[in-house]
């Protein structure tokens, strides 16, 4: 199994552009988190889903971010524009149930560093 | 929103020292985890516990789950220097069926 797959691992571009993550979760797992990592923060839910449907989207902090699963092997995440204080690194975690299976948790992907100058 | 409070926020220990951490909320949980991330890579499951009071240990690691359901600590015995990195409590809230709450995290720094 080669657990939940982000990429790129490192994304630097500048203000205003459109920065598209990626990831596929673990194959068979039906739930998808998207969270965002800063020193001042922590861990941050952005948003998740069920079954390629968005469950809650709460956590997205502006309209300039929008989450999409078109199918269970492949979600993104998109910024547009971007700017400076999105850099973070942001991660995926996918589970089996909303806290996996026998309530073991997520499985989290390596992260994206995402630098915006 | 429910929170976790975690503590300390940060730790600088001398390896071969013992450390100790927590988890505290003001409401019951279900289920407690606790990861740690290395850096430059996500969270990585330690330990999950399931029942109040329960002890489980992991090698050097023992976490427990706190009798009234609000908070869980978790040891390491003897410090060394790959147990840097950040650790994270997480749990369900009881009553409920949602997904997990994070708390924000102890990063802890080991001195050779």
């Not at chain 1, 080669?2 to 979760?25: D, F, N, Y």
Request: overall charge neutral; some cysteine; aromatic content about 10%.
């Amino acid at each position: 199994d080669a657990g939940v797959i982000q990429s790129p691992r490192h994304e630097v571009t500048e203000m205003g552009q459109e920065v598209t993550l990626r990831c596929k979760p673990i194959s068979g797992h039906d739930y998808l988190f998207w969270y965002r990592q800063t020193m001042m923060r922590g861990l941050e839910l952005l948003i998740y889903f069920n079954n390629n449907v968005p469950i809650d989207d709460s956590g997205m902090p502006e309209d300039r971010f929008s989450a999409k699963m078109p199918n269970a092997s492949f979600s993104t995440l998109k910024i547009q524009p971007s700017e400076p204080r999105d850099s973070a690194v942001y991660f995926c975690a996918s589970s089996f149930g909303p806290t996996g299976i026998l309530g073991y948790g997520y499985t989290f992907g390596s992260g994206t560093r995402l630098t915006v100058v | 929103g429910q929170q976790l409070n975690q503590s300390p926020q940060s730790m600088f220990i001398q390896e071969g020292e013992d450390v100790s951490m927590n988890c505290t909320s003001s409401s019951i949980f279900n289920t407690w985890l606790w990861y740690k991330q290395d850096p430059g890579e996500g969270p990585v499951l330690l330990i999950a516990l399931y029942k109040a009071g329960e002890l489980t240990s992991n090698g050097r690691l023992t976490a427990q789950f706190g009798i009234t359901r609000k908070d869980s600590f978790l040891n390491i015995s003897a410090s060394i220097p790959s147990d840097v990195g950040i650790y994270f409590c997480a749990g369900q809230l009881g009553g409920s069926q949602g997904n997990l709450i994070f708390g924000k995290g102890t990063k802890l720094s080991v001195k050779p």
